[in-house]
């Protein structure tokens, strides 16, 4: 019985298996993260444009080089 614990302690074969689950699930939670972060600025940038389209001659129609 002892041997038996022992070599089930001992068997690595399903850590690798663990540790992608973890990985993929930390990309997941970065590229969530990033999204809503980048979301709300897309959003209000695209907004403008739309504005811009409508109305060109809008204050917020403005061309600024960076």
Same mark, same amino acid.
């Given at each position: 019985?002892?041997?038996?614990?022992?070599?089930?302690?001992?068997?690595?074969?399903?850590?690798?298996?663990? *540790?992608?689950?973890?990985? /993929?699930?930390?990309?997941? /939670?970065?590229?969530?993260?990033?999204?809503?972060?980048?979301?709300? *600025?897309?959003? +209000?940038?695209?907004?403008? /444009?739309?504005?811009?389209?409508?109305?060109?001659?809008?204050? +917020?129609? +403005?061309?600024?080089?960076?």
């Amino acid at each position: 019985m002892y041997q038996l614990i022992k070599k089930f302690y001992n068997d690595e074969s399903g850590a690798t298996m663990v *540790e992608y689950a973890i990985m /993929v699930a930390l990309i997941a /939670v970065a590229v969530a993260a990033t999204v809503i972060l980048v979301g709300n *600025e897309m959003n +209000t940038m695209f907004s403008q /444009v739309v504005q811009c389209l409508e109305d060109p001659n809008s204050t +917020t129609c +403005t061309l600024t080089a960076d």
